[in-house]
């Protein structure tokens, strides 16, 4: 069982940043691919990025490639989201999210591929 808790969201004008935390509990945290997702006002969860489980490998959207970082922190049960040139289409609750990571190259890019979400942060980026 993992828990996982996001903090960082906040309100910041257009090309503003901001950094998400996100907090795992449970020693298998290197054993887990994470990956943040988002979620506008009826609109569906999206994938936004993900990190394999030794950081070694990332993959992102379209529309964040270029703005956006994921990394992690194993000794200390943590993933970011670095977002920078923030815009108002950016708006959302950003959920991280967790699956166990068999390796082999692959990307987990599907919100049913995660197993363990937490609970959201709001961003919003006014114009």
């Known amino acids: 069982q993992v828990q996982l808790v996001e903090s960082g969201g906040g309100l910041v004008q257009a090309g503003g940043s901001l950094r998400l935390s996100c907090a795992a509990s449970?020693?298998?945290?290197?054993?887990?691919?994470m990956g943040w997702f988002r979620q506008a006002p009826g609109k569906e969860r999206e994938f936004v990025a993900t990190?394999?489980?030794?950081?070694?490998?990332?993959y992102y959207a379209d529309s964040v490639r270029g703005r956006f970082t994921i990394s992690r922190d194993n000794a200390n049960y943590t993933v970011y989201l670095r977002m920078n040139s923030l815009k108002p289409e950016d708006t959302a609750l950003y959920y991280c999210?967790?699956?166990?990571?068999?390796?082999?190259?692959?990307?987990?890019?599907?919100?049913?591929?995660?197993?363990?979400w937490g609970q959201g942060t709001q961003v919003t980026v006014s114009s």
């Open positions: 449970g020693r298998t945290f290197s054993s887990y691919a």
């Open positions: 990190i394999s489980r030794s950081g070694d490998r990332t």
């Open positions: 999210a967790a699956t166990v990571d068999y390796g082999g190259g692959y990307y987990y890019l599907g919100r049913g591929e995660y197993v363990y």
